[in-house]
């Protein structure tokens, strides 16, 4: 078993910034791909960034230039460095993490963190 813990979430401006951390423990030595998803509140959880332990990303089209995934393969940790944030971006931001290569795809079993609400008021 896998867990993540996020944390760094919170209330901020629209144009401000916001780092997000999560940090995995437990069968980590399976852990390849890490990422970050969103839930606003109505909607369908959505890909933000992810990142391979090779350090290959991707991005949502939504956030490319303002969002920055990177990681510590040493501490199996992921930030996501959120700027220009605006309030669509607005939502409960869940870390992931899983065994694929590959940004693309998902192999076995997704792990998710509990969520950690990201406010952005006008």
């Known amino acids: 078993q896998v867990q993540l813990v996020e944390s760094g979430g919170g209330l901020v401006q629209a144009g401000g910034s916001l780092r997000l951390s999560c940090a995995a423990s437990g069968t980590i030595f399976s852990i390849n791909a890490m990422g970050w998803y969103r839930q606003a509140a109505g909607k369908q959880r959505e890909l933000v960034a992810r990142?391979?332990?090779?350090?290959?990303?991707k991005y949502a089209d939504s956030v490319k230039d303002r969002f920055t995934i990177s990681r510590d393969n040493a501490k199996v940790t992921v930030y996501l460095q959120m700027s220009s944030l605006k309030p669509e971006d607005t939502a409960v931001y869940y870390c992931?993490?899983?065994?694929?290569?590959?940004?693309?795809?998902?192999?076995?079993?997704?792990?998710w963190g509990q969520g950690t609400q990201v406010t952005v008021s006008s």
């Open positions: 992931s993490a899983d065994s694929s290569q590959y940004v693309n795809i998902i192999v076995g079993v997704q792990y």
């Open positions: 990142i391979t332990k090779g350090g290959s990303t």
